[in-house]
């Protein structure tokens, strides 16, 4: 009875040693390769495990996005669901900690509602350090230009966006200081075309002025010199 109970509990120190090989014998050699795990996967994300929420028979781990390396959506936080739970648990799916940096081989599963799951098991989890392999072999695929030319498309939106704003500020400036141009010349055609009207009378009336002022001024030395006669 001792030799069974002796035997059962190596058997399953064995078990637990080679849980790890027996999971990955569950994928082919080449499944753990980058270049095999880019042409199974729909997306490619860096990110935060920001939080993790156990259910009965699965895992939802909240993943921050910190960068889409193929295929991205505009969303800066997902769901990775895993086969991991309360009351069940599958040998080849990944497990998280809280706050770990990870890079993620992804299928879809929801897109929409921003709900994945790992397309490789946990072969499909990675150290964020390994972005530069990855992008590698994207770039030898060419699946990184593509992703690079959505990117500088969604860049380039922005930045017409901001010019076009810009040039509607200037032209609005420049309609303000216009407006006064059309206003203050109107002025100067109706203050001319016053003066033009005034200025013939005024002259007429000035001329009477001085020859008014003039004349007196000769007749009072007229008169003293009759009186002085």
Not at 30 to 48: C, K, L
Not at 67 to 84: A, D, G
Request: net charge negative; with cysteine.
């Amino acid at each position: 009875m001792k030799r069974l109970s002796l035997f059962l509990i190596l058997f399953t120190f064995i078990l637990l040693i080679l849980a790890p090989t027996l999971a990955t014998a569950l994928f082919t050699p080449e499944a753990a390769e980058i270049p095999y795990q880019i042409n199974n996967s729909d997306r490619i994300v860096i990110g935060t495990v920001s939080e993790i929420d156990v259910a009965d028979y699965y895992t939802n781990n909240t993943i921050t996005v910190k960068e889409w390396l193929y295929n991205p959506l505009p969303t800066k936080t997902i769901i990775v669901r895993t086969n991991i739970g309360a009351n069940a648990s599958t040998e080849d799916e990944a497990e998280f900690a809280k706050n770990e940096s990870v890079l993620l081989m992804l299928k879809d599963q929801r897109p929409d509602k921003g709900v994945f799951y790992m397309s490789l098991g946990f072969l499909g989890k990675h150290p964020a350090t390994d972005r530069d392999a990855v992008i590698k072999e994207l770039k030898a695929q060419g699946k990184w230009s593509e992703n690079q030319i959505e990117n500088k498309t969604d860049e380039t939106e922005i930045i017409e966006n901001i010019e076009t704003v810009g040039e509607k500020k200037e032209s609005s400036n420049q309609t303000q200081k216009s407006n006064p141009t059309p206003f203050m010349s109107h002025v100067s055609v109706i203050a001319v075309m016053i003066g033009a009207i005034i200025y013939p009378t005024f002259r007429t009336i000035f001329s009477h002025i001085i020859f008014f002022v003039f004349f007196s001024h000769q007749s009072q030395h007229f008169n003293c010199f009759f009186i002085q006669i």
